[in-house]
C-alpha cells in the first residue's frame, strides 16, 4: 500500500482507498504497465468459470468398464486355446511315441 496525492485536495491518501476522505474526490485508476498483471473482476470471473468443461465420469465408467469386459473375453478365448494346446500335448504324453 502506497501513499499517493490526491488530484483535488493534494492530502496524501492510500492508493487503495477508493475516495479521498479529505474532500470525497474519486481516486485514479493505477496505471498499469504493459506486461503488469491485473486480476479479473466479479463479472469476468463468472464468464471465466461458466466456460470450464464438466468431465462426465458416468461416461469414464462406462467406458472403462467396456474395455475391461473385452479384456477378460480376450482372456478367456487365450485361455481356452492353451488349455486345449495343453490337453493335446497331454494326449501325445499318454499315448507315447510310435515307432
Known sequence: MALIQCHECGKEISDSA?????CGAPVRAK??????????TDQEVAVLLSKKKKTS?????????ITAGIW?????LVAISNSSENAKIDRQIKD???V
Do not use: N
Not at 465420469?57 to 468398464?65: G, M, N
Open 18 to 22: 477508493a475516495t479521498c476522505p479529505g
Open 96 to 98: 507315447g511315441k510310435k
Open 72 to 76: 477378460i473375453i480376450i482372456w478367456i
Open 31 to 40: 496505471q498499469h504497465k504493459k506486461g503488469d498483471t491485473v486480476p479479473h
Open 57 to 65: 465420469h458416468i461416461l469414464h465408467l462406462f467406458l472403462s468398464i
